[in-house]
């Protein structure tokens, strides 16, 4: 039995977009569900690659559990360890992709989604992170494969995921209509995605329809916690409709929320 049939799956928002959206990816969930050794017992007929992989989950459960706990390098150690015992753990490969992505080392963590999509060929979440890691990485046309195969793996239960992802990623790469068609099918799926919401938002002040804008980015703000983004173009909304009080607000909780950015982004607030 994989890891993941166990419930250890969670949607992780990581790498962010140069736009008010997010990418979403999986990873296993070390937070819902406690691993317990006794579900693959080893007995005494078992064969050493056998005993390999139980001996490789066992592993993955503790570096879970370490990661629950912010210890980084014990859960590094765990998962190589598991990695090393059952070569083929899509589990471990994910693992180690977060842990690296949490590192700042990004091209190690795409090689590590990528290996766990090539071993999960009709696994959504390992095809939706690998998409997701590619379009974050400058490769948003190549993404949109991956995504479309997630979006028709059996079984996936956050369709809604990939398809705010593709639709994010479209729109990176001009194609309007395409990503408009992904998003508003995740969110008849989920009508509180944030990232199909804030994508939905640009694609409206993209094409100068402000109050649909306003509408989408103000269920944006309401889905999820704010980030920089997501302010930056409800301010850039409200200047188009000439509402400069609302504007205002939102630069004050720009600043006030994220200071580092707030300063550059209030300038761009101004421009017509």
Same mark, same amino acid.
Not at 150 to 165: E, G, K
Not at 234 to 255: H, P, T
């Given at each position: 039995?994989?890891l993941?049939?166990?419930?250890?799956? /969670?949607? /992780?928002?990581?790498?962010?977009?140069?736009?008010?959206?997010?990418?979403?990816?999986v990873?296993?969930?070390?937070?819902?569900?406690?691993?317990?050794?006794?579900?693959?017992?080893?007995?005494?007929h078992?064969?050493?690659?056998?005993k390999?992989?139980?001996?490789?989950?066992?592993?993955?459960?503790?570096a879970?559990h370490? /990661?629950?706990?912010?210890?980084?390098?014990?859960?590094?150690?765990?998962?190589?360890?598991?990695l090393?015992?059952?070569?083929?753990?899509?589990?471990?490969?994910?693992?180690?992709a977060?842990? +690296? $992505?949490?590192?700042?080392r990004?091209?190690?963590?795409? *090689?590590?989604y990528?290996?766990?999509?090539?071993? *999960?060929?009709?696994g959504?979440? +390992?095809?939706?992170?690998?998409?997701?890691?590619?379009?974050? $990485?400058?490769?948003?046309? +190549?993404?949109?494969?991956?995504?479309?195969?997630?979006?028709?793996?059996?079984?996936?239960?956050?369709?809604?995921?990939?398809?705010?992802?593709?639709?994010?990623?479209?729109?990176?790469?001009?194609?309007?209509?395409?990503?408009?068609?992904?998003?508003?099918?995740?969110?008849?799926?989920?009508?509180? $995605?944030?990232?199909a919401?804030?994508?939905m938002?640009? /694609?409206?002040?993209?094409?100068?329809?402000?109050?649909?804008?306003?509408?989408?980015?103000e269920?944006?703000?309401?889905?999820?916690?704010a980030?920089?983004?997501?302010?930056l173009?409800?301010?850039?909304?409200?200047n188009?409709?000439?509402?400069?009080? *609302?504007?205002?607000?939102?630069?004050?909780?720009?600043?006030?929320?994220?200071?580092?950015?707030g300063?550059?982004?209030?300038?761009?607030?101004?421009?017509p």
């Amino acid at each position: 039995m994989r890891l993941r049939d166990a419930g250890l799956i /969670l949607l /992780l928002t990581a790498t962010a977009l140069p736009a008010c959206s997010r990418l979403t990816f999986v990873k296993p969930d070390y937070s819902k569900t406690e691993y317990k050794q006794t579900q693959d017992p080893v007995v005494a007929h078992d064969n050493a690659a056998v005993k390999e992989r139980i001996a490789a989950r066992e592993r993955i459960g503790l570096a879970t559990h370490r /990661l629950q706990s912010g210890d980084w390098d014990s859960a590094e150690r765990e998962a190589r360890a598991a990695l090393k015992q059952d070569p083929q753990s899509i589990d471990a490969n994910t693992l180690l992709a977060v842990i +690296e $992505n949490h590192r700042g080392r990004s091209a190690q963590a795409g *090689a590590y989604y990528k290996r766990a999509a090539e071993l *999960a060929p009709t696994g959504g979440p +390992e095809l939706n992170n690998y998409g997701a890691w590619l379009c974050g $990485n400058g490769q948003a046309a +190549e993404s949109l494969g991956w995504f479309d195969r997630a979006i028709a793996a059996p079984n996936y239960a956050r369709v809604d995921s990939a398809l705010a992802n593709a639709g994010s990623c479209a729109a990176q790469v001009g194609q309007s209509d395409r990503a408009e068609r992904y998003l508003r099918q995740a969110m008849q799926r989920d009508p509180k $995605n944030s990232v199909a919401l804030g994508a939905m938002a640009e /694609l409206a002040y993209a094409r100068g329809d402000y109050f649909e804008a306003r509408a989408f980015s103000e269920r944006r703000l309401g889905s999820a916690p704010a980030n920089a983004s997501a302010l930056l173009l409800a301010s850039q909304i409200e200047n188009k409709l000439g509402d400069r009080a *609302a504007a205002d607000r939102y630069v004050r909780r720009l600043k006030q929320e994220f200071p580092k950015a707030g300063a550059a982004n209030a300038v761009e607030t101004r421009q017509p």
